[in-house]
């Protein structure tokens, strides 16, 4: 008779605990109070004619590498992608981002509980004998669960997704803007390198240039006035030289600022290339 009750407590426990199951899950799926998002329509064209062939490349799918044919320019990119801080912070906030969107998921849905525990004892029945008893037990439950009747634990995990997204492309718009960013100091690097060299060749022919007024001057054929015209172009040279050395060293340190370690320098360009238009490929349409 104790054995038939007992198996009639343990069927009905087990019942109860499917109906509750089932009732929380049916509960989950009742209609949300959010209200829906429809996107608004932009007062502008869809596209944008400008009589080129479009391209059957998208562009969104091309890797940075199809971009950049200069296989320095490529190294120093990689380098900056590998050397970021501001790109690991924004790496490091989608894995915080991805976390509360998985723990918000998951009150969606009841957390079930398993234990078990075991026993084992050796007693003295008499003299010579000894007994050994052993017991074990296992449990099974739900623990506090909030029934969904709103969707006020849904709306909060699409909220939560909404925000892991957003993080994941402000890590995408970090990671174009150091691209962006990379390649235009080490051209802007590659200009003033021209300049500079430019200002040189200037100043070594406008100091030649004093010295032939100079011997002009000795033999009386021109005046001092030229003289003091020609030491005034020397030293305008001077002066442009003095800047762009500056510049070149200002621009140097802008494009190791980006690339966050010490840029090799068989990586820098010397100066503007006949071939650095075949630097940069071009955007495809579309």
Same mark, same amino acid.
């Given at each position: 008779?104790r054995?038939?009750?007992?198996r ?15 009732v929380?899950?049916?509960f989950?799926?009742c209609?949300?109070?959010?209200p829906?998002?429809?996107?608004p329509?932009a007062p502008?064209?869809?596209?944008w004619?400008?009589g080129a062939?479009?391209?059957n490349q998208?562009v969104?799918e091309l890797?940075w ?5 200069d296989?320095?320019?490529?190294k120093v990119?990689a380098?900056s992608l ?7 912070k924004?790496?490091?906030n ?5 976390a509360?969107?998985r ?10 509980e ?9 007693s003295?029945?008499g003299e ?5 008893s052993?017991?074990s ?5 739900l623990?506090?669960?909030?029934l ?8 909060? =995990? $699409?909220s939560?997704?909404? %925000? ?5 492309e !402000?890590e995408?718009?970090v990671?174009? #803007?150091?691209? *962006?960013?990379?390649?235009s ?11 500079l060299?430019l200002?040189?060749q ?9 010295e032939?007024?100079?011997k002009?001057v000795?033999?009386?054929?021109d005046?001092?006035? =030229? $003289?003091?015209?020609?030491? %005034?172009?020397l030293?305008?040279a001077? !002066?442009?030289?003095a800047?762009y050395t #500056?510049?070149? *060293? ?10 966050g ?9 010397k100066?503007?290339?006949s ?5 940069l ?5 579309g």
């Amino acid at each position: 008779m104790r054995l038939w009750q007992g198996r009639f407590k343990m069927r009905t426990v087990h019942r109860c605990t499917i109906s509750m199951a089932v009732v929380s899950f049916l509960f989950s799926g009742c209609v949300s109070l959010a209200p829906d998002y429809a996107r608004p329509s932009a007062p502008v064209p869809s596209t944008w004619d400008m009589g080129a062939k479009e391209s059957n490349q998208n562009v969104q799918e091309l890797s940075w590498q199809a971009f950049i044919r200069d296989e320095r320019l490529s190294k120093v990119v990689a380098q900056s992608l590998e050397q970021s801080r501001d790109l690991r912070k924004a790496v490091a906030n989608i894995e915080a981002a991805r976390a509360t969107y998985r723990v918000q998921r998951s009150s969606e849905f009841p957390t079930i509980e398993v234990g078990a525990t075991g026993s084992k004892a050796r007693s003295v029945t008499g003299e010579n004998s000894t007994a050994i008893s052993q017991s074990s037990s296992a449990t099974v439950g739900l623990s506090s669960y909030e029934l969904d009747f709103f969707g006020k634990a849904r709306s909060l =995990s $699409e909220s939560e997704f909404e %925000t892991y997204k957003g993080v994941e492309e !402000a890590e995408r718009s970090v990671r174009i #803007t150091l691209i *962006a960013e990379t390649v235009s100091a080490w051209l802007t690097y590659a200009s003033d390198q021209s300049l500079l060299s430019l200002s040189q060749q200037t100043e070594a022919s406008a100091k030649h240039s004093l010295e032939l007024v100079q011997k002009r001057v000795e033999l009386g054929i021109d005046s001092k006035v =030229s $003289e003091y015209n020609a030491q %005034t172009i020397l030293q305008q040279a001077k !002066a442009d030289v003095a800047s762009y050395t #500056t510049k070149v *060293a200002q621009d140097r340190a802008a494009l190791e600022l980006l690339v966050g370690a010490r840029v090799d320098e068989a990586l820098l360009p010397k100066e503007l290339e006949s071939a650095s238009q075949n630097w940069l490929s071009d955007v495809p349409v579309g």
